[in-house]
């Protein structure tokens, strides 16, 4: 499943910068970065879980926010991208 996660961590303390990073961290251990606090996730249900329960553990619910936009395959496919960086196909496989 194709999921985009956003994101909205307080900043205000130096905890909060803190809950970005581990925010962000676990994003980037899971999908790829497509705006500031935005990253599209390609999983299955055990990762989603996985994911899902870390992201709820770091934020603060007083303070931050989450969203999760679950896209079906026709979402994704009509999906346009305009700018400099290019978008990565998520069902190709990654060569460094």
Do not use: N
Request: aromatic share 10%.
């Amino acid at each position: 499943m194709t999921v985009l996660v956003a994101y909205d961590v307080s900043t205000a303390e130096a905890a909060g910068r803190r809950r970005l990073s581990r925010v962000a961290r676990a994003c980037k251990d899971y999908g790829v970065r497509v705006q500031k606090s935005v990253f599209e996730c390609q999983v299955g249900q055990k990762d989603w879980t996985r994911l899902r329960d870390r992201l709820l553990s770091e934020y603060k619910e007083g303070e931050d926010s989450l969203r999760f936009y679950f896209l079906d395959e026709t979402a994704v496919e009509r999906t346009e991208h305009h700018g400099v960086a290019k978008p990565v196909d998520l069902t190709e496989p990654l060569i460094f």
